[in-house]
């Protein structure tokens, strides 16, 4: 199972804001920058933030990140339609078991 | 920009064997390091290793060491993922991203793997 927790799903009207967390522990998120994927229904997935809180070229400036200690959190803001999908946080882990892990997932459902 | 093109869809018989490929068209192939990903169906992303082709140092999650092997040709641009004996739990579908840094930073399409008798 995943050591990086996420809230199962969020949901919110059109133009409205959600924000998604990301808990972690100091082996993984304390020590280490977070990203944040986005996965359409049926697609791949699709890095949406890198480096904790940096947009890759033609990603919107509705997305947004942060970290603070040993969570993170992605917010959306002026929601849409189209935003609808599962998100994914993910960072390197420098335990014994180390490697790259992945959060649980959220699904964004867009009333 | 990188552009991972993953080879097709696959249907395979338990213990039989499977090499499935990630290819990058472009010229940055041994610039950076090129992941496996699981996803079983419905299910999250599992973070299955990482290869980096300059020198093929490659790093294996605990929970996959041994039951899959990831290697690349650099004079291809491709990367693999390769089992020996399948079995029905490794239904899924697989993906390959690349990186440079901290991140997953583009990824192929996926491919499905389906393993039943």
């Known amino acids: 199972q995943s050591v990086l927790t996420q809230p199962p799903s969020v949901s919110a009207a059109p133009g409205q804001k959600v924000t998604i967390s990301c808990s972690g522990s100091?082996?993984?998120?304390?020590?280490?920058?977070v990203s944040w994927y986005r996965q359409l229904p049926g697609t791949a997935p699709k890095l949406l933030i890198y480096?904790?809180?940096k947009r890759p070229s033609g990603i919107p400036n509705r997305f947004s990140g942060s970290k603070s200690g040993t969570s993170a959190t992605l917010g959306i803001t002026g929601l849409q339609t189209g935003d609808e999908a599962d998100y994914y946080c993910?960072?390197?882990?420098?335990?014994?078991?180390?490697?790259?892990?992945f959060g649980t997932g959220t699904k964004v459902t867009v009333l | 920009e990188v552009q991972l093109v993953q080879s097709g869809a696959e249907v395979k018989k338990p213990g039989e064997s499977l090499k499935i490929s990630c290819k990058d068209p472009?010229?940055?192939?041994?610039?950076?390091?090129i992941g496996w990903v699981r996803q079983m169906p419905g299910k999250g992303l599992e973070w299955m290793g990482i290869?980096?082709?300059?020198?093929?140092?490659?790093r294996y999650s605990p929970s996959f060491q041994g039951q899959v092997t990831i290697s690349a040709d650099r004079s291809i641009s491709t990367a693999y993922l390769q089992w020996s004996s399948l079995k029905a739990s490794d239904t899924a579908i697989y993906y390959c991203?690349?990186?440079?840094?901290?991140?997953?930073?583009?990824w192929g399409q996926g491919t499905l793997v389906t393993v039943s008798s």
């Open positions: 991203a690349s990186g440079s840094g901290n991140s997953f930073d583009f």
């Open positions: 472009g010229y940055s192939f041994t610039t950076y390091w």
């Open positions: 290869i980096y082709p300059s020198d093929s140092d490659t």
């Open positions: 100091s082996s993984n998120i304390g020590n280490n920058y």
């Open positions: 480096d904790n809180n």
């Open positions: 993910g960072t390197w882990d420098s335990s014994l078991s180390a490697g790259y892990v």
